[in-house]
């Protein structure tokens, strides 16, 4: 009997291996496809390749500013993804590496927990086998999903995983169904790499979220607009059919698009339908339900990533991993705690947000204040030709603690951690405002969005 069975090898399993193997625990692994799981394969990694090729495409024009001038250049989004392909193959590899020196049995097929304790693998020829451990790990992480009559065939109508792992060719002209995080993501590459992009969006906003406020979906919108990226607001898709080579579309609005493909980018749900046979508890959308401790109604049995009802986010997957491995095999268990979780946003601008909104900040009953300040001005950001974006700080009134943090513009997924650690911390403004940062830098623009706090007001 193994210590511990994962069943799931994105950034969840990732972390519970690496986890585990550090206790010396002995465990296998159950994974249907790829090592990494969707994030390495056909999400996180994949979309932040294809954004850096396309953030470099978009400052090609700028470079006779720095005395470089390119007689010529042209665009290979199939070199592009072939590279993508060797970076995710390494990555894959060494993983793959790691395990087998480690001795750690990996079983290709598909889990299903049969017994509170037995794990049943179904192997692609159809054959079974059951293997049995201590404690269970559920990490199979989430799937796409499809919205009205639009339904994935893989050559008309694609998904992001189809786009991200298999996609050797941009189509002339995309249609791209939801405005989200991955549809703004992929119609930024998309266009900077030569297709004509349009975005349909069934809210009045880009990003419309919560969590995003509406300055930046602005922001966006305005970047979009003078890259030449379409999009329409308040609009859905009221049918489509394959003419010829060509999807011809009608939209809500009265429209119609001829396009080459649509990209259904709409999110995605739990990859829950067949985990168990047992009876483990889940909610109506297919979560599993599970305590303070990730613990599910087993008390052996535990869940992380996408298939619990936390942000969908690798870097929570991992958290969660960590936790729950804790609380199986350690003495003082610990619950898990969502109140800081940075999150980034690879578009046209990168975008990131740790810690509370103004809006949130007044949900709770807090006052806040807030001290803004654009990267127009900050050396660094203008050395680069990057002095788009601005970075806004919250405070708590009374006590000058800083509460949240957004940043748009460069470097924004980097810079946000800097303020992930001030909000734990509990530094004031006047703590941020006082330390010493390196000239030029583009975190000194922290120290520029306390000025309005800590000394007053530049009139």
Same mark, same amino acid.
């Given at each position: 009997?193994?210590?511990?069975?994962?069943?799931?090898?994105?950034?969840?399993?990732?972390?519970?291996?690496?986890?585990?193997?550090?206790?010396?625990? #002995?465990?296998?692994?159950?994974?249907?496809?790829?090592?990494?799981?969707?994030?390495?394969?056909?999400?996180?990694? %994949? /979309?932040?390749?294809?954004?850096?090729?396309?953030?470099?495409?978009?400052?090609?024009?700028?470079?006779?500013?720095?005395?470089? #001038?390119?007689?010529?250049? =042209?665009?290979?989004?199939?070199?592009?993804?072939?590279?993508?392909?060797?970076?995710?193959?390494?990555?894959? &590899?060494?993983?793959?590496?790691?395990?087998?020196?480690?001795?750690?049995?990996?079983?290709?097929?598909?889990?299903?927990?049969?017994?509170?304790?037995?794990?049943?693998?179904?192997?692609?020829?159809?054959?079974?086998? /059951?293997?049995?451990?201590?404690?269970?790990?559920?990490?199979?992480?989430?799937?796409?999903?499809?919205?009205?009559?639009?339904?994935?065939?893989? &050559?008309?109508?694609?998904?992001?995983?189809?786009?991200?792992?298999?996609?050797?060719?941009?189509?002339?002209?995309?249609?791209?169904?939801?405005?989200?995080?991955?549809?703004?993501?992929?119609?930024?590459?998309?266009? $900077?790499?030569? *297709?004509?992009?349009?975005?349909?969006?069934?809210?009045?906003?880009?990003?419309? =979220?919560?969590?995003?406020?509406?300055?930046? =979906?602005?922001?966006?919108?305005?970047?979009?607009?003078?890259?030449?990226?379409?999009?329409?607001?308040?609009? *859905?898709?009221?049918?489509?059919?394959?003419?010829?080579?060509?999807?011809?579309?009608?939209?809500?609005?009265?429209? $119609?698009?001829?396009?080459?493909?649509?990209?259904?980018?709409?999110?995605?749900?739990?990859?829950?339908?067949?985990?168990? #046979?047992?009876?483990?508890?889940?909610?109506?959308?297919?979560?599993?339900?599970?305590?303070?401790?990730? $613990?599910?109604?087993?008390?052996?049995?535990?869940?992380?990533?996408?298939?619990?009802?936390?942000?969908?986010?690798?870097?929570?997957?991992?958290?969660?991993?960590?936790?729950?491995?804790?609380?199986?095999?350690?003495?003082? &268990?610990?619950?898990?705690?969502?109140?800081?979780?940075?999150?980034?946003?690879?578009?046209?601008?990168?975008?990131?947000?740790?810690?509370? =909104?103004?809006?949130?900040?007044?949900?709770?009953?807090?006052?806040?204040?807030?001290?803004?300040?654009?990267?127009?001005?900050?050396?660094?950001?203008?050395?680069?030709?990057?002095?788009?974006?601005?970075?806004?700080?919250?405070?708590?009134?009374? /006590?000058?603690?800083?509460?949240?943090?957004?940043?748009?513009?460069?470097?924004?997924?980097?810079?946000?951690?800097?303020?992930?650690?001030?909000?734990?911390?509990?530094? /004031?403004?006047?703590?941020?405002?006082?330390?010493?940062?390196?000239? %030029?830098?583009?975190?000194?623009?922290?120290?520029?969005?306390?000025?309005?706090?800590?000394?007053?007001?530049?009139?």
């Amino acid at each position: 009997m193994y210590d511990l069975i994962i069943i799931g090898m994105g950034p969840g399993g990732y972390e519970a291996t690496l986890t585990a193997l550090r206790k010396k625990l #002995n465990i296998a692994i159950v994974e249907k496809s790829k090592i990494g799981g969707n994030c390495l394969n056909r999400a996180c990694i %994949p /979309t932040k390749y294809y954004r850096a090729g396309a953030h470099q495409i978009e400052k090609l024009p700028l470079l006779n500013k720095y005395g470089i #001038n390119l007689s010529s250049n =042209s665009i290979d989004f199939l070199q592009a993804k072939k590279g993508k392909d060797e970076a995710i193959g390494f990555l894959r &590899k060494s993983l793959s590496q790691l395990l087998k020196a480690k001795k750690v049995p990996v079983y290709k097929g598909t889990g299903k927990i049969v017994g509170q304790n037995q794990v049943q693998i179904t192997y692609e020829d159809g054959k079974t086998e /059951t293997i049995e451990g201590k404690y269970i790990l559920v990490a199979t992480g989430s799937i796409p999903v499809s919205i009205g009559g639009i339904v994935p065939d893989g &050559k008309y109508v694609i998904t992001t995983e189809d786009y991200l792992e298999n996609m050797e060719q941009l189509p002339e002209n995309l249609l791209i169904v939801g405005g989200g995080v991955a549809g703004c993501e992929l119609a930024y590459i998309s266009a $900077q790499y030569g *297709s004509k992009v349009t975005v349909v969006e069934i809210k009045d906003r880009l990003l419309s =979220s919560d969590i995003i406020s509406p300055d930046i =979906s602005r922001l966006l919108q305005r970047k979009f607009k003078k890259l030449g990226i379409e999009f329409k607001l308040e609009t *859905s898709v009221k049918d489509y059919k394959v003419s010829g080579d060509k999807i011809v579309v009608n939209l809500s609005d009265g429209s $119609q698009l001829k396009v080459d493909k649509i990209l259904l980018s709409v999110g995605r749900k739990p990859n829950t339908s067949d985990i168990d #046979n047992i009876g483990i508890e889940k909610d109506e959308r297919g979560f599993i339900k599970t305590n303070s401790y990730l $613990q599910t109604n087993f008390e052996n049995i535990y869940a992380c990533g996408d298939v619990v009802n936390s942000p969908m986010l690798a870097h929570v997957a991992s958290y969660e991993a960590r936790v729950a491995l804790k609380n199986m095999f350690d003495e003082k &268990k610990i619950e898990v705690d969502y109140s800081l979780v940075p999150w980034s946003i690879f578009t046209a601008y990168e975008i990131a947000h740790v810690g509370l =909104s103004e809006q949130q900040a007044k949900e709770k009953g807090i006052e806040a204040i807030s001290g803004y300040y654009p990267f127009t001005y900050n050396e660094k950001a203008v050395d680069e030709l990057e002095s788009d974006g601005f970075v806004r700080l919250v405070f708590d009134k009374k /006590t000058k603690h800083v509460i949240g943090a957004t940043i748009v513009g460069i470097e924004a997924s980097e810079l946000i951690h800097v303020m992930a650690y001030a909000i734990r911390n509990e530094m /004031t403004a006047e703590e941020i405002h006082d330390f010493i940062y390196f000239h %030029p830098s583009l975190s000194e623009i922290f120290l520029y969005a306390t000025y309005d706090i800590v000394i007053g007001k530049l009139f």
